[in-house]
């Protein structure tokens, strides 16, 4: 592999600017500007920010857009980011960041930030430890049968926060993977599963990102 290019997953990003680019995994949420609901509103996904430049950045997203398509993303420690998508990926898509000097300046700063202190997310009340998957890519099993696409935002060995296009009621049972839990509560951009059992430490991880066939 080249100095330009840097391999993420399943995907391999290639680099044609001179730009810093780093490899992250911050939390944040988006929608898409042009796409409201009979109210007016529109639908806020929570994603993580994967691959990050002062031109571009790339997230894990459970709803896809279009090419061309503009984006709001609101990012921990980089704030409001609005552009359009540039690039689509399996399971997510690049966007670009149009700023002025200056705003690309500060940008630079929050990034060479982020490089020192990257992936350390602030601890939380929560009496499980929750972790982060390296690939955060899953299926939710509704009882219906319907299989959805999801974004494991974090877990542990009671319970996973999600993004989906679709957001179960509170009480609803359905599958995370290969785990069985019930939806407890809803936050902006998702929502959180209790497992019917605690899980293993070990093994975790692997039950909830696999992939149903």
């Known amino acids: 592999m080249s100095l330009d290019q840097a391999d ?5 990003f290639v ?6 680019r780093i490899f992250v995994s911050i939390p944040g949420r988006y929608s898409f500007s042009d796409r409201r609901n009979s109210l007016g509103e529109r639908r806020v996904f929570a994603c993580r920010a994967v691959n990050l430049s002062s031109s571009t950045i790339a997230l894990a997203a459970p709803v896809m857009g279009k090419l061309g398509e503009r984006v709001i993303a609101h990012i921990d420690h980089l704030g409001k980011l609005e552009g359009p998508i540039v690039r689509l990926l399996e399971g997510g898509f690049v966007m670009n960041i149009p700023a002025s000097e200056e705003e690309r300046d500060r940008l630079v700063a929050k990034i060479a930030w982020l490089e020192d202190y990257k992936n350390h997310d602030l601890l939380d009340r929560r009496t499980d430890a929750r972790t982060i998957p390296a690939k955060p890519y899953s299926k939710i099993i509704l009882a219906d049968g319907n299989v959805e696409a999801c974004i494991v935002l974090d877990l542990s060995v009671s319970g996973v926060a999600l993004s989906a296009g679709t957001v179960p009621d509170i009480g609803t049972v359905l599958a995370v993977g290969n785990v069985v839990g019930r939806v407890v509560r809803h936050f902006v951009g998702g929502f959180a599963v209790q497992f019917v059992e605690r899980q293993n430490p070990n093994t975790v991880e692997v039950m909830v990102i696999r992939e149903s066939t």
């Open 15 to 20: 680099e044609r600017r001179r730009d810093v």
């Open 8 to 12: 993420f997953g399943d995907v391999v």
